[in-house]
């Protein structure tokens, strides 16, 4: 290697460096689980909802969980394919993140029910519930804008007999 070139090679040592750093650090985001993953679309979701847990966001940072429609699937009061948010939660000192879908997101989102206004309570005979399916979850944080995804399956009810 001759004086010309150690400059040259260098500076390429250095950026390789740099992008093998920066690669490993795009890797190292957040991450969410779904308990459970798998559910049939009933009402014990209301009793035992969906909890969402994740690690790797900021201390402190609210983070938005979001439903994300597959193709065709409609839901009330969303845009095609817009995402639509079930959960929200605030990120502990370690960045870990725990938050559950809470019932009426349940109701509203999941089952898509009408609401009878003069007795103020939900109206399962408008329901429009989601179809069996996979849907991805994503969440994000409003601080570092860091993404997680997990898979809610909703698996058809039991036949009825």
Known sequence: MNKRTRPVVSVLTLAALFLTI???????GASLTLAPDKTVLSPALIKQPIVVTGAGWQPGEVVVINLIPPKGVIIQGADAGEPVGIANGVADDQGNLKTTVEALTVLMTFFQVGWDDAKAKPDFSQAKPLPP???PIEAVGTLSDLKAGATLTLEPPPQKK
């Open 133 to 135: 399916g996979s849907y």
């Open 22 to 28: 920066s690669a490993g650090a795009a890797w190292a």
